[in-house]
């Protein structure tokens, strides 16, 4: 029986985000014990007993004061992903396997760190360096996969999912190779919109709750990396476990902005939404929700396995 323990977010002016320190976790993990990441103490989270639960895979950020190392989630992604009305469980880069069991859904935000050299397709052969937060991001897509749970990828989130899953190849850097970079990440990186192009017939118009005949969107964006261009693909790509359809590429060189499987789940946004949703767009805010309702679906159809009630159980009582 797997104990766990409560922990709670705390908010991290440096940063401007909500964080808790990767030692907190790690020296938790050293003992056996999962941690049961929560919001802030009297942090006002108003969600309804049928509500499903969002697993939100945290960022990371080092103090440039004392170099201590956080777990964090930004103001944006977590005003975003209250808004859904989900409840959230927040995943660290230790206990991904265990705290994505009791999820219905799973959001992977974006983030920088190395992937497998075998996800490029400019052939450099170059080491791999994989790290946990990689391997964070694998065992969730994987969890979820395997249980057919739907998934919310944003930014390098989105791009794991096309490469592990659809086996989509990617960019290793659009400064170098494609002829305007600058409109995926925008210097000083700030929240600067760009147009995208909606691919015509795609559940991307649904989803948004947009008028058929919309033929682009507005989103800000800010990326190095990206995957190549949808007609490449047809070329270089691996069979996939899940194929991928892409719903919209960018206007200014057809890079894939939207893609996704609706029979299995998913969507990937190369953008950020939730910078926009934070501050009340809706067509924004209904990309995050999507997954809430897909979780709610899935929550429906899988009740909670006893297995799972007695793990809860286990619980160390003195953080209530």
């Not at 920088?112 to 964070?136: G, M, Q």
């Not at 969107?217 to 476990?241: A, C, F, G």
């Not at 190369?270 to 209904?286: C, F, R, T, V, Y």
Request: charged share 25%; net charge neutral.
């Amino acid at each position: 029986m797997i104990k766990t323990k409560i922990v709670y977010l705390e908010y991290i002016d440096e940063f401007e985000s909500y964080g808790i320190s990767k030692q907190t976790i790690a020296e938790l993990k050293k003992q056996n014990i999962v941690a049961d990441i929560r919001l802030p103490k009297g942090f006002n989270a108003y969600t309804s007993s049928t509500a499903p639960t969002l697993g939100f895979l945290l960022g990371q950020d080092k103090s440039s004061i004392t170099k201590e190392e956080f777990y964090t989630i930004s103001e944006p992604y977590l005003e975003t992903t209250l808004k859904t009305g989900a409840k959230i469980k927040f995943l660290d880069f230790e206990n991904t396997y265990e705290q994505c069991k009791n999820c219905h859904g799973i959001i992977l935000p974006g983030g920088a760190f190395d992937n497998p050299d075998n996800f490029f397709i400019d052939n450099k052969n170059l080491p791999s360096n994989e790290n946990k937060r990689y391997f964070a991001y694998h065992c969730a897509i994987m969890n979820a996969h395997k249980n057919k749970k739907p998934m919310l990828g944003i930014c390098a989130g989105a791009q794991m999912i096309g490469a592990i899953l659809g086996k989509m190849k990617m960019y290793r850097s659009l400064k170098e190779e494609i002829p305007h970079p600058a409109a995926h990440k925008p210097q000083p990186s700030q929240v600067i919109m760009h147009d995208i192009k909606l691919i015509p017939n795609t559940p991307i118009f649904d989803i948004m709750k947009i008028s058929k005949d919309t033929t682009t969107i507005k989103i800000n964006s800010r990326h190095n990396q990206s995957m190549v261009h949808s007609s490449i693909q047809d070329y270089v790509q691996e069979k996939p476990l899940i194929k991928m359809d892409i719903y919209a590429i960018s206007n200014d060189d057809n890079i894939p902005e939207i893609w996704g499987n609706s029979d299995e789940g998913i969507l990937c946004i190369q953008g950020h939404p939730e910078d926009l949703a934070a501050k009340g767009d809706i067509q924004m805010q209904s990309l995050y929700n999507h997954v809430a309702i897909l979780a709610k679906e899935y929550k429906k159809k899988h009740p909670q396995k006893i297995s799972d009630k007695i793990a809860q159980k286990n619980v160390d009582k003195k953080d209530f």
